[in-house]
């Protein structure tokens, strides 16, 4: 199994593009996250999803909207990409919610300029 | 709001230099607390899940300990290959609004030298 597969891995973009970041998941978990991580400030939760069709606000969600159409899918789209937005982001799944393991992709690190 | 802080910040050891590493937190009604380990450049890897004070759990060099206000993850006789980024996080307590939210303590930095 490949877990959770992110891409890009790595992406520059200019202040005011967009762009979507994939993520995947071959596990069948319905529980789907997006998290930020900037230097020493841990991980922060931009939106999460408990199922297709279903998504949610996390702590920081501004600038970000996202969409759950199946199971295996929960792309983060940017819009109007914004210095702040440089960070490195992880996308994680559970298989029955917040209080169990958490599987993450290898994250996409993101610079804008 | 719930809170998760972790101490210290960065810790470096020699090869077999026993430490531990704390993680605070303060979250009502609490339905567990998850160790993570971080390699540079890959996501965080599960290590632990507590779910009660007083239960401890190992993995290798590792032991993760709980109680009331805090947890500690002990690193007996480290090895350069422990070095990473271990995290520790709390799920948002039930009926709550931060419910389905796992909250995450900033990291601590562990180095290991041989």
């Known amino acids: 199994n490949a877990g959770v597969t992110q891409t890009p891995k790595f992406r520059i973009l200019k202040i005011g593009q967009s762009m979507t970041l994939q993520c995947a998941q071959d596990?069948?978990?319905?529980?789907m996250y997006w998290y930020r991580q900037d230097p020493g400030m841990g991980l922060k939760l931009i939106y999460y999803s408990v199922g297709a069709g279903i998504t949610d606000k996390g702590e920081v969600p501004n600038g970000y909207n996202v969409s759950r159409s199946t199971t295996e899918d929960f792309p983060l789209r940017l819009e109007l990409a914004a210095p702040s937005q440089t960070s490195v982001y992880f996308c994680?799944?559970?298989?029955?919610?917040?209080?169990?393991?958490?599987?993450f992709g290898q994250g996409t690190r993101l610079t804008v300029v | 709001e719930d809170q998760v802080t972790q101490s210290p910040e960065a810790l470096r050891l020699q090869e077999g230099e026993s430490s531990s590493l704390n993680c605070s937190y303060t979250?009502?009604?609490?339905?567990?607390l998850f160790w993570y380990r971080q390699d540079p450049g890959k996501g965080p890897e599960f290590l632990f899940t507590?779910?009660?004070a007083g239960e401890e759990k190992e993995k290798e060099r590792l032991k993760a300990t709980l109680t009331k206000k805090e947890s500690f993850l002990h690193i007996t006789a480290p090895k350069p290959e422990d070095s990473a980024t271990y995290l520790c996080a709390v799920p948002g307590p039930a009926g709550g609004t931060s419910y389905g939210k796992l909250t995450f303590g900033q990291g601590t930095i562990l180095t290991v030298h041989p």
């Open positions: 596990m069948n978990h319905n529980y």
């Open positions: 507590l779910y009660s």
């Open positions: 979250v009502s009604g609490l339905r567990g």
């Open positions: 994680a799944s559970t298989d029955r919610g917040d209080d169990t393991e958490a599987f």
